[in-house]
């Protein structure tokens, strides 16, 4: 047996065969032709072939998980209709009398090279671009089909690394988990994974020689374990079974209401990334939306995505959620959400760096198409905005005015909108020692305890050596979610609870004693919390404990 640990992306606990998957599997071999024009021919009808499975591939991944990620594949149509990459190709196969798979793979190594050793963060990002359009050439002219998962048993995919157009062809009945390399928190595969609620692994040293081994992989623990002995694979085969009643058991509280046993209602959202994670939340009974990360769909894009594209997103939020509130936080890009587009420049610290409210507060043309998008979708729904890294009272008045001026354009245009909450994120320690004033001039509070936590205890979240520092229960933080309560109250505030914390089932008691009304975590978590929520009797004194 061997144990391998990494980083956890999606808990979980999956038993299954491993399917190992590497696109480096396939040997190009270099070949004399005697007709070249044939050679260009037989090239011309792979690119067509490459362009028709691409526009398939778009329209499959806009049904699936939205325009944002999408457009990927836009952009590898756009790398196959490149002259100076298609001339190359052309060149070699011409010159040196050489078969068309060969020819592109010279010409990916060659131009990727190339874009690697740029100084520009984009450009690399586009070698990955032009190696995945250059393997589907390959793939079509030597006629394999890339990642499939031949046997009929779902199965662990273990890879070096995920790209999108690998995993939105999957079939997603067939995969139990994904175990990779590499890959962030925000990779393709850690957002498909938690779409599908399945285990997810990242930074595990994987290896070929595991194909067709038998494993498990403990999403909660961070690790796999491959060809697991007799005692390892019985203790997790009732971990398993386990998790399957204590699933059952949860789907029993579904209809029934998120109140505590003397009466108190609490408010029990869901944290989405886009309109594809609804139907999730609407299965596990959220009652409305409490953190939709609208970055999510500036992500993975190779430019801003138009006031039309925003709206028709938070229409379709507004409409499937049916009258139930949708809070949409505005862009929160930076630190470690990058896109490349945004032309960032690099920082010493990006944590505390220029991001979020401070890029849209310094690019108002950016900020007011999302408002505009934001304010047009309230006419279809109950929305209310609310504004991440606040620290200042100056800023959510900066935020107000740009808003007025947004409903005054909006008025203009004759375009409707809705009643609009307003709120704001407490998630750095300025704010919840103001938060009695920044109570006035909002609707809501929604404490982001992951941000929170990071900047009062000053522990970089990203960073895993300081795990065994990062104390989540930590009093610091347990006084600053009391006083946001507190001083959000007093001024007839709502206050929420939407970082990772609000997921944690030890302290549900404990917010729902300092007052907590609202808490948003993952659909995969709610009726956790709904059963947390419903064993707890305000009314029976008790020592809050942490
Ligand atoms: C938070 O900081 O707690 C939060 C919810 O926002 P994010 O995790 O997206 O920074
Ligand atoms: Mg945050």
Same mark, same amino acid.
């Given at each position: ?250 789907? +029993? %509280? /579904? ?7 003397? @009466? *108190? ?6 944290? #989405?990334?886009? $309109? ?93 198409? +999302? %408002? /505009? ?7 279809? @729904? *109950? ?6 890294? #606040?620290?200042? $009272? ?104 939407? @970082? ?47």
């Amino acid at each position: 047996m061997q144990r391998v640990e990494g980083k956890s992306i999606f808990g979980g606990i999956a038993i299954g065969k491993i399917k190992f998957y590497s696109r480096e599997d396939r040997q190009v071999v270099r070949r004399h032709v005697k007709n070249v024009n044939d050679e260009v021919e037989r090239l011309y009808r792979a690119k067509e072939e490459a362009l028709c499975q691409l526009q398939k591939l778009h329209e499959k991944a806009v049904r699936e998980v939205g325009d944002g990620p999408a457009e990927i594949f836009q952009v590898h149509q756009k790398v196959l209709n490149d002259r100076d990459y298609l001339g190359s190709i052309i060149h070699i196969i011409e010159t040196e009398t050489i078969n068309a798979e060969y020819a592109v793979a010279c010409t990916s190594d060659n131009f990727s090279q190339m874009f690697e050793a740029m100084d520009d963060e984009y450009m690399r990002a586009r070698a990955a671009d032009l190696k995945d359009v250059s393997n589907r050439m390959i793939d079509i002219l030597y006629g394999n089909p890339g990642l499939e998962i031949e046997s009929d048993e779902p199965v662990i995919i273990v890879a070096e690394e995920l790209v999108p157009s690998e995993t939105v062809q999957l079939d997603q009945k067939k995969v139990l988990s994904f175990v990779t390399r590499k890959g962030s928190a925000n990779s393709h595969t850690a957002i498909l994974a938690r779409t599908m609620g399945i285990p997810a692994l990242t930074d595990i040293t994987v290896s070929r020689q595991w194909d067709k081994n038998t494993a498990i992989v403990d999403g909660y623990e961070g690790c796999i374990y491959i060809n697991p002995d007799e005692d390892t694979f019985l203790k997790y085969k009732e971990k398993k079974n386990n998790e399957i009643e204590k699933r059952k058991m949860l789907e +029993q %509280l /579904r209809g029934k209401p998120a109140v505590t046993i003397d @009466g *108190k209602e609490i408010m029990l959202y869901a944290n #989405i990334g886009g $309109v594809k994670d609804v139907m999730n939340a609407l299965q596990n009974d959220a009652e409305g939306i409490g953190l939709f990360r609208s970055e999510f769909l500036y992500l993975e894009r190779s430019d801003y995505p138009t006031e039309e594209e925003q709206f028709n997103v938070y229409k379709t939020v507004a409409r499937n959620m049916a009258g139930k509130r949708v809070i949409i936080r505005t862009l929160d890009i930076g630190a470690d959400k990058q896109a490349d587009y945004f032309g960032l420049e690099h920082e010493e610290n990006p944590a505390m760096g220029y991001r979020a409210i401070r890029i849209c507060l310094d690019r108002t043309d950016l900020f007011k198409t +999302q %408002l /505009r998008a934001i304010y047009r979708a309230s006419a279809f @729904g *109950k929305i209310a905005v609310m504004f991440p890294m #606040i620290i200042s $009272v100056d800023e959510v008045r900066r935020i107000k005015i740009i808003i007025e001026e947004v409903k005054v354009e909006l008025k203009n245009d004759m375009v409707m909108y809705g009643d609009v909450e307003i709120g704001i994120m407490i998630e750095t320690p300025a704010a919840v020692m103001i938060s009695d004033l920044l109570a006035k001039e909002v609707d809501f509070f929604s404490i982001g305890t992951n941000d929170l936590t990071q900047y009062t205890l000053a522990i970089d979240r990203q960073n895993s050596r300081l795990d065994c520092f990062y104390d989540s229960h930590h009093e610091a933080v347990m006084r600053m979610i009391k006083m946001v309560a507190d001083n959000g109250h007093k001024e007839g505030c709502f206050v929420g609870i939407c @970082g990772e914390l609000a997921a944690d089932t030890t302290l549900t008691e404990t917010f729902l004693r300092m007052g907590i009304d609202e808490l948003s975590v993952s659909p995969s978590m709610l009726l956790n919390v709904k059963s947390q929520i419903r064993k707890v009797d305000l009314s029976k004194s008790c020592e809050i404990s942490n």
